[in-house]
């Protein structure tokens, strides 16, 4: 059950966008995954507080990690993860149930971002972009 709405909400919600950001864009899905969590761990630097040294050192290297990893391995396949994705949708819920502030409306559009970035690994190809026809326009003199 659980996989079917996976399936149903990354099919019906997060892949349409996914796939259009793509074929505009020219970049795959897995481009795509690794820029997302890329973006997604630098804002985590950038909000940090840095009221501890251990999490902003953990955050620096998640960072560093990221980086280096979107760098050497951009367009290889990425794992799939339903253990993460519904992981993130627990987050998201944590943030959005209590009375929302503007820091959990931030957190919560990265929280999206993310889990756009994990749908975006289980779309197995991005089909070509639909060319429009052209319309033939005459030219008629006005009478």
């Given at each position: 059950m659980l996989r079917r709405i996976d399936a149903w909400v990354g099919?019906?919600?997060?892949?349409?966008?996914?796939?259009?950001?793509?074929?505009?864009?020219?970049?795959?899905?897995?481009?795509?995954?690794?820029?997302?969590?890329?973006?997604?761990?630098?804002?985590?630097?950038?909000?940090?507080?840095?009221?501890?040294?251990i999490n902003t050192v953990w955050l620096v290297a998640f960072a560093l990690l990221r980086t280096i990893g979107a760098n050497l391995s951009l367009n290889r396949p990425a794992p799939r993860s339903l253990v993460l994705r519904c992981l993130c949708w627990v987050v998201l819920a944590f943030v959005l149930l209590p009375p929302i502030t503007r820091h959990d409306v931030e957190n919560a559009v990265a929280q999206l971002a993310v889990l756009a970035a994990e749908y975006a690994t289980t779309i197995a190809q991005i089909p070509p972009r639909k060319k429009r026809e052209r319309v033939e326009r005459r030219r008629e003199a006005w009478t």
């Amino acid at each position: 059950m659980l996989r079917r709405i996976d399936a149903w909400v990354g099919l019906c919600l997060f892949q349409p966008p996914v796939i259009w950001f793509c074929q505009r864009t020219g970049i795959t899905q897995w481009a795509f995954y690794r820029c997302g969590w890329w973006i997604y761990a630098l804002w985590a630097v950038w909000r940090d507080e840095h009221d501890s040294a251990i999490n902003t050192v953990w955050l620096v290297a998640f960072a560093l990690l990221r980086t280096i990893g979107a760098n050497l391995s951009l367009n290889r396949p990425a794992p799939r993860s339903l253990v993460l994705r519904c992981l993130c949708w627990v987050v998201l819920a944590f943030v959005l149930l209590p009375p929302i502030t503007r820091h959990d409306v931030e957190n919560a559009v990265a929280q999206l971002a993310v889990l756009a970035a994990e749908y975006a690994t289980t779309i197995a190809q991005i089909p070509p972009r639909k060319k429009r026809e052209r319309v033939e326009r005459r030219r008629e003199a006005w009478t």
